[in-house]
């Protein structure tokens, strides 16, 4: 009886502590159970001193810090432990071989970018984020009721396709992210020139400037346009911390040399 006591007394001290210190989440790379912390919170013993990860004993803070042992890692790095195999690894290094094993991360790099950056930013409200296994039960018409999560809806409103000649004021362009499950939304910026190869950030002349709310994201893309003609497409990517959603606009830059004056050099006429 009084081991029964003890072993309910600890339990509800590992939910308890979950439930203070820790954001429940599921991931689509962690369907077996995970812990994300940061490596500075475990240096400084600050982590909560029990995790409850469904489906798993409770793990302590102890295991953490032996399993973390001899891991090559920095100060500020970003760490998944797995309560299934004990395994220790950086964020960006799990994440990046776990993708890997689902389909080349070289077919789209700014996916896991954005899938990083949003797993942090989630650890900026709790020190902790468990990341739950997946729901598997089987319905009567043998359908896996698996939990899921709806990815942010992303739209340009407003500033595309525009035409302009290089170093000129460029009009605005509004882009609009909401997501229905009001998580918060990190943006990523990046770009193409003339079809070539992604880059990241925005084009020479140009700035964003993003507003957040509960599950929205309002950008603005403003500035002068770059100096070499060419066809740029700017592409505004935004993750829940789970999925991501995009939107794409366009700006096609003349050549200022077909610009002709009149009245003095006071008025220019693109031809």
Not at 26 to 46: K, N
Not at 74 to 92: A, I, K, W, Y
Not at 161 to 177: D, R
Request: proline content about 5%.
């Amino acid at each position: 009886m009084v081991m029964w006591l003890a072993r309910a007394a600890l339990a509800a001290v590992a939910i308890h502590s979950a439930a203070l210190n820790a954001d429940a989440i599921s991931h689509p790379h962690f369907s077996d159970g995970a812990i994300v912390f940061r490596h500075q919170d475990l240096l400084e013993g600050t982590l909560p001193a029990l995790i409850y990860v469904r489906e798993y004993p409770a793990v302590f803070s102890s295991q953490l810090r032996i399993s973390c042992m001899g891991v090559q890692m920095g100060r500020d790095d970003t760490l998944v432990f797995l309560p299934g195999s004990q395994q220790c690894s950086p964020l960006g290094n799990l994440l990046n071989s776990r993708i890997d094993d689902e389909q080349p991360i070289q077919s789209n790099p700014s996916n896991l970018i954005v899938e990083e950056a949003g797993l942090r930013k989630k650890l900026e409200k709790n020190r902790v984020l468990v990341v739950q296994p997946s729901d598997r039960t089987q319905g009567r018409a043998g359908i896996c009721g698996c939990s899921t999560n709806t990815a942010p809806v992303v739209s340009v409103i407003s500033g595309t396709p525009q035409e302009t000649i290089g170093g000129a004021v460029i009009a605005s362009i509004e882009f609009s992210a909401t997501d229905s499950d009001s998580e918060v939304l990190l943006d990523v910026f990046s770009f193409t020139f003339n079809d070539g190869s992604r880059q990241d950030g925005l084009p020479s002349g140009l700035s964003s400037n993003c507003t957040a709310g509960s599950g929205t994201l309002d950008c603005s893309v403003t500035g002068t346009a770059p100096m070499t003609p060419g066809l740029y497409e700017i592409k505004l990517e935004v993750s829940d911390g789970l999925d991501t959603g995009h939107d794409t606009a366009s700006i096609t830059v003349t050549n200022s040399s077909n610009t002709i004056f009149k009245n003095g050099f006071e008025d220019q006429i693109t031809l």
